[in-house]
């Protein structure tokens, strides 16, 4: 799998999940945008592992929330780089993953499950507008949104969390499906609960425990096993493929 001369956005990218999936593909030779919302030294330092792993990066500052700014970010990508081939949607609205602390359904308001909606499905949204016509051009381009495996599997009712995160997967089989006949694949990687990270400081060693009893690889991913499904539904190799949800999480989704 190689990636020499593509170029790959990757939303959310200075930490984490999205940190882990910029250098996957760096070492597979591509030029990557790590998007990042505040932290420019961290996006910065994922810079530097990018260009060590044997690729090419830069980064680029933008609340994909926005509109405007993700418009914005797409077209300095694409004169910075000169062309987009991948597309990851990986930003999300923080989220903290505590079942002792989550709230319950009485507790929430339709503002929680807005917010939840703006950062998963209209971050995806815009960003999606912003790079079709880039992708149309070819007629090529692959676009992976980053999902969970609470869509199929709600172990724990993070409600506004969760229903964010499977309209994201009804959108992404919409797109799927409209934008196939041009050459452009539209795939999701739904992760378990993935350690460390930000979103998962809170999780309780008690709670992750149980959740890695009931798994059948006996662990929890980690933020590079994530990487590797976004590169294959990125790839060629997946290339009659599209509308798809990959569940990455030691077979806890098994289907």
């Known amino acids: 799998m190689n990636f020499s001369g593509q170029v790959v956005l990757v939303t959310g990218a200075s930490r984490g999940i999205g940190a882990a999936i910029a250098r996957a593909f760096a070492a597979q030779q591509a030029t990557i945008a790590i998007n990042f919302l505040s932290n420019a030294a961290a996006a910065e330092e994922v810079v530097r592992q990018c260009q060590a792993a044997g ?8 609340d994909v929330t926005d509109p405007a700014q993700a418009a914005r970010l797409v077209e300095r990508v694409a004169q910075e780089a000169g062309r987009i081939d991948v597309l990851v949607n990986n930003a999300f609205r923080p989220y903290a993953f505590d079942p002792e602390q989550r709230n319950a359904f009485g507790d929430l308001a339709w503002a929680d499950y807005q917010a939840q909606f703006d950062g998963s499905v209209g971050a995806a949204f815009h960003l999606c507008q912003a790079v079709l016509p880039h992708f149309r051009r070819r007629a090529e381009g692959s676009i992976v949104n980053i999902v969970s495996n609470l869509v199929e599997h709600p172990v724990v ?3 506004d969390y969760t ?6 997967v009804g959108f992404t089989r919409n797109l799927a499906s409209e934008f196939g006949p041009l050459g452009i694949r539209v795939n999701c990687v739904a ?3 993935v350690h460390p990270t930000t979103g998962s400081a809170g999780t309780r060693a008690q709670f992750r425990d149980s959740l ?7 662990r929890l991913a980690r933020p590079e096993d994530i990487a590797g499904p976004v590169l294959f539904l990125a790839s060629p190799m997946s290339g009659f493929m599209t509308g798809q949800v990959l569940f ?3 077979g806890l989704v098994m289907r």
């Open 191 to 193: 992760p378990g609960l």
């Open 163 to 168: 229903t964010a995160k499977s309209a994201l």
């Open 212 to 218: 890695i009893a009931a798994t059948p690889l006996r």
């Open 248 to 250: 990455v999480d030691g």
């Open 157 to 159: 009712p993070y409600h």
């Open 55 to 62: 690729g090419d990066a830069f980064a680029v500052q933008a």
